[in-house]
Every structure is written in C-alpha cells, then in structure tokens.
C-alpha cells in the first residue's frame, strides 16, 4: 500500500538532534507519522503541532503525495524577549509513494489537535471479490478471488 523511499530517514534524524534544525529555512525537515489500514480505507497521521491548518498544503501528482507544512514564528514586538527556543521553526516536507490499490481521487484531510489524519480509500479493484465459474448446470460454483 505505502511504499518507504528514504534510506536516510535515520541519518537526517540523528543529524537534526546533533546540529538542531532550528532557524533552518533551506532544507524541510521531516514530519513524524503513522500509517495503518483500518477495513476498508489506509489512514496516515502526521504530528505537526504549532502548525496553523491555513499553513499546510496537500498534492497529489500521480501517485505521488507530498505534504508540506510551515511552523511560523510566534508573532512579538519589541518588548518579547525569547528565553528557549527549541521547536524547530520552518518547512517540513513529506512524500509518500501510494500504490495503484488506493484511490487517490477521494482522499479526505482532517487536521485536530495538531494532527493531520489522511484516510485514502481502498480502490475498489483492489477488493476481494467472487468470480462465478461456468460450466454445465451441475458444476457451477462460486469462487472467492
């Protein structure tokens, strides 16, 4: 159903905790997520917490998904003083190769509590289905494909 593409997901990861990501604009950085299949739809989680709902943005091309999301900075004046700082600020990014079993015409967003939830349906070809045998009266019977 999801195809994982980025051997070096791990190294960026650990790269991020060493040299941190903040105030880094240039390269997006990578969003947590789950992915599961519950009956018949893959239902795929992001956390992006601190990120206004107007700030991601959703493509699809081909088969192809990528999500982007931008965490802002706070908005202050001149008399804000930041004292810690430490979520990352900035782009992140994330693509995710989807199979031809899904169907990506009727993917449904939903962003609650900082999570963005994304439930793609099962294409129905994709679907178990029973195929009617023929033959002669006394033979026909129905199989599960």
């Known amino acids: 159903m999801l195809m994982r593409t980025d051997p070096f997901r791990e190294l960026d990861r650990f790269t991020q905790q060493v040299f941190g990501t903040a105030g880094t604009w240039s390269k997006p950085a990578a969003m947590p997520m789950d992915a599961y299949r519950a009956g018949d739809e893959f239902v795929v ?3 992006l917490p601190g990120v206004a709902a107007d700030a991601i943005e959703l493509d699809i091309e081909r088969n192809v998904l ?3 999301a931008e965490r802002r900075p706070l908005p202050g004046g ?3 003083q930041m004292q810690v700082s430490e979520r990352p600020l900035g782009v992140f990014s ?21 999570v963005l939830t994304l439930r793609i349906p099962i294409a129905e070809k994709a679907k178990p289905r029973r195929i009617e045998i023929t033959g002669s009266q006394s033979d026909r019977r129905e199989i599960q494909a």
């Open 78 to 80: 001149d008399d804000v």
């Open 66 to 68: 990528t999500v982007k």
């Open 45 to 47: 989680c992001f956390d």
């Open 94 to 114: 994330r693509q995710l190769f989807l199979g031809d079993t899904l169907d990506t015409d009727h993917i449904a967003a939903d962003y609650e509590a900082g």
